[in-house]
């Protein structure tokens, strides 16, 4: 299989293509750096991303307090765990760092406040 | 009327900035009016992560960056009048301000900082054909919505101009359950950053489509969809390429005007380029006594380097206050070079003892080139860099020494060599 990327290392942005099989990754081309072949071979193994989203709060001043995964998720999990934040309501007051949603879907992430309400 | 040593005009992250550092130098008496309810301006709606890698080495989000600030001046004595608006500046730096408790308020200040933020530039500017349908609005409005009042403003998304905001908000929408269908890019290139154009847009599937505007908007009373078209070399577009999609919703991500009423009202002299006010490293106007910092000055890329910009402003206005500023400064202007658009400061007082960093944009992209600093013809700094891109603040530093050699008749300029 192949798949073209985009680096996202450094603001050069090259673009980087993979050569894989369901097992290994046979080859990366494109990049200028090895920062470029380390992103590039994450993004086909284990692509993750922060999210940030916002929670609807109960009993407090402003209708929604602003959240964040306190690390990573997998890429395709962003979805999934929309779903659970979406159906969380936390009850005021609500303090920067407080954990909202332990352990997310299993992803070791939990989502915390990132404002006070 | 009262009296203060300095008043702080915004408490965005440039005035929180400002005042903290002015308090750090020994000022005692300083009032921060801000307009909206709380402190911390923008940075409260950009609930994405990507602050504060500079300047406190972690990744934050715009409120918990704005949240190690507003906890700083709780600590302090430093006046915070938030819902207050500033009306006037007068050149005896009398301040008038409003708000619901004090009325009307006359503040007589020995030195101020402007720290007013930017604005987003509206529909009325871009000339878009069409009705006055709902759901058309900037990327800025739409992130108020959804992040802090908490309800989607839409469901079929179009975004003109592929600025960060608008990147940032495909992915927010997205995350929400909307369809963003394009984000239509004048520009043969996005002034966002690449990291965004990646996660925000590349991740979902959106379509960026470069060299395309949206030409007319369709709908009575509520939006229905929009025309998009091509354009040619010269940014006009070309009807042969029309095409109607459908949407509800129109978001506008099309560039920020530093907020300067108040600044020429006082009759201060403005960057035609930045359309902020021309000041020296100190971010003193011409205007002795009147400071300006962060995106009223002119619009950046990071918020860390607002705030250190704002740190200078504060230590200029706490000097001017304490009569430790330079009664007789002697200014360079700088000049721009090959490909740079403009420089902050635009002027240098050589009297400074310290190192002088001029931060400026380029006006295209550039490909392995040289940012380099002349002073009196001479090559002070030649640096190397794989990228230059306009959507990104370079700076060049003018050492102390090479400050002191200087006289009222030097010449600085900063260029790109390719």
Do not use: W
Not at chain 2, 169 to 194: D, I, N, Q
Not at chain 2, 287 to 311: P, R, S
Not at chain 2, 349 to 368: A, E, L, Q, S, T
């Amino acid at each position: 299989m192949k798949r073209d990327l985009t680096c996202v290392a450094c603001p050069l942005g090259c673009p980087i293509t993979v050569e894989y099989t369901d097992t290994e990754i046979i080859s990366v081309t494109g990049n200028t750096c090895k920062r470029g072949e380390a992103y590039a071979k994450t993004e086909i193994t284990n692509p993750t991303r922060s999210l940030t989203s916002s929670v609807k709060v109960c009993g407090g001043v402003l209708p929604v307090v602003p959240v964040k995964s306190d690390k990573p998720v997998p890429k395709d999990m962003l979805f999934d765990c929309m779903k659970e934040i979406n159906s969380v309501c936390v009850k005021a007051p609500v303090k920067i760092g407080q954990v909202i949603i332990e352990n997310i879907l299993g992803t070791g992430a939990n989502i915390v406040a990132t404002n006070n309400d | 009327m009262l009296n203060y040593d300095l008043v702080v005009v915004g408490g965005g992250p440039a005035g929180m900035a400002a005042a903290l550092k002015a308090r750090e130098c020994g000022i005692e008496s300083i009032i921060v009016l801000e307009r909206a309810e709380t402190l911390g301006g923008i940075l409260e709606q950009c609930i994405h992560t990507g602050f504060g890698l500079h300047y406190f080495g972690e990744e934050l989000s715009g409120p918990e960056y704005a949240a190690k600030f507003i906890a700083q001046i709780e600590k302090t004595d430093i006046v915070v009048k938030t819902d207050t608006m500033v009306l006037d500046i007068s050149d005896n730096n009398l301040v008038t301000a409003v708000n619901k408790n004090d009325g009307l308020l006359k503040i007589q200040a020995k030195a101020i900082v402007l720290a007013m933020g930017c604005r987003e530039r509206p529909r009325g500017a871009l000339e878009i054909a069409g009705t006055r349908a709902s759901g058309i609005m900037t990327a800025g409005t739409a992130q108020k919505y959804v992040n802090l009042d908490g309800y989607m403003p839409g469901k079929k998304v179009v975004i003109l101009g592929s600025g960060d905001i608008g990147l940032i908000m495909a992915r927010r929408m997205t995350l929400e359950g909307a369809e963003v269908k394009v984000v239509c890019e004048l520009m043969p290139y996005s002034g966002g950053l690449t990291r965004n154009i990646v996660q925000c847009l590349d991740d979902f599937g959106i379509p960026l489509r470069l060299s395309t505007t949206v030409v007319e908007t369709h709908g009575k009373e509520r939006l229905e969809g929009v025309t998009i078209a091509k354009v040619d070399e010269n940014l006009q577009p070309i009807d042969s390429t029309r095409e109607y999609i459908e949407c509800d919703t129109l978001m506008l991500s099309v560039g920020l005007i530093p907020e300067n009423e108040l600044t020429k009202n006082v009759g201060i002299g403005i960057d035609r380029i930045t359309s902020g006010a021309v000041v020296d490293e100190m971010r003193q106007t011409d205007h002795k006594g009147i400071f300006a910092c962060g995106n009223v000055l002119h619009v950046h890329d990071l918020v860390d380097y607002v705030t250190l910009e704002a740190q200078l402003a504060g230590k200029g206005a706490a000097d001017y206050i304490l009569g430790n500023s330079d009664e007789n400064p002697c200014y360079v202007n700088g000049t721009t070079g090959n490909g740079v658009r403009y420089l902050v400061p635009q002027r240098v007082n050589i009297n400074n003892k310290d190192d002088v960093k001029i931060y400026f944009r380029v006006g295209r992209v550039f490909k392995n080139a040289k940012v380099v600093l002349e002073v009196d013809g001479n090559v002070i700094s030649s640096k190397k860099k794989v990228k230059l891109a306009p959507g990104e603040m370079e700076n060049v530093v003018i050492p102390a020494a090479v400050l002191s050699s200087m006289t009222a008749d030097s010449s600085i300029v900063v260029r790109v060599e390719e």
